[in-house]
């Protein structure tokens, strides 16, 4: 596997509307393996294309919890519902974090790396992680939802998406 280079802010395609994946191959899967190894190597819980400078709507997150690695290409949002605010930070933006309230639970449709499609939901911390991968697909950035800036050391064991 190899570990890509992260795209940081103000990269423009980091505001760009992604394409959709219409070839699932195998180059398809090393991209999606590559994403997972560049995620981990930067101790991030997700990871978007457009981090590596690829405008296409794949995305990675895996909150290291018993569901493990969830692939998520042509993500589409189904349903959301209540709401949390907690602090999140974006690996296209290191040392920054930021207080953001997003639905507490969401169900999500998505294709896999073999095309096949598949529904999810999640709730709390992991959906969290997912919408904010879906956001960079869409080229929404999670400063534009930050209600107010936090330092690093007022984190309780936040992560980076």
């Known amino acids: 596997m190899t570990v890509r280079t992260i795209i940081s802010y103000p990269a423009e395609i980091l505001e760009r509307e992604c394409e959709l994946v219409t070839t699932f191959d195998r180059k398809l899967g090393k991209l ?4 997972y190894d560049t ?9 978007a294309a457009p981090q590596i400078g690829l405008a296409k709507q794949i995305a990675v997150v895996d909150i290291d919890d018993e569901i493990g690695t969830i692939e998520l290409i042509n ?4 349903k959301t ?3 949390q605010t907690d602090a999140e930070g974006c690996l296209s933006f290191p040392g920054i974090y930021g207080e953001v309230t997003r639905p507490n639970y969401v169900k999500v449709k998505a294709k896999d790396r073999k095309g096949r499609t598949f529904i999810f939901e999640a709730e709390g911390f992991l959906a969290r992680a997912v919408q904010h991968e879906i956001d960079h697909l869409h080229g929404i950035l999670f400063t534009t939802k930050v209600s107010k800036y936090v330092e690093a050391e007022e984190l309780e064991g936040g992560e980076e998406a």
Not at 32 to 35: A, E, I, P
Not at 39 to 47: N, Q
Not at 75 to 78: Q, V
């Open 81 to 83: 519902s209540g709401e």
């Open 75 to 78: 993500p589409e949002i189904l």
């Open 32 to 35: 999606l393996d590559d994403m």
């Open 39 to 47: 995620m981990i190597e930067y101790d991030g819980v997700g990871l």
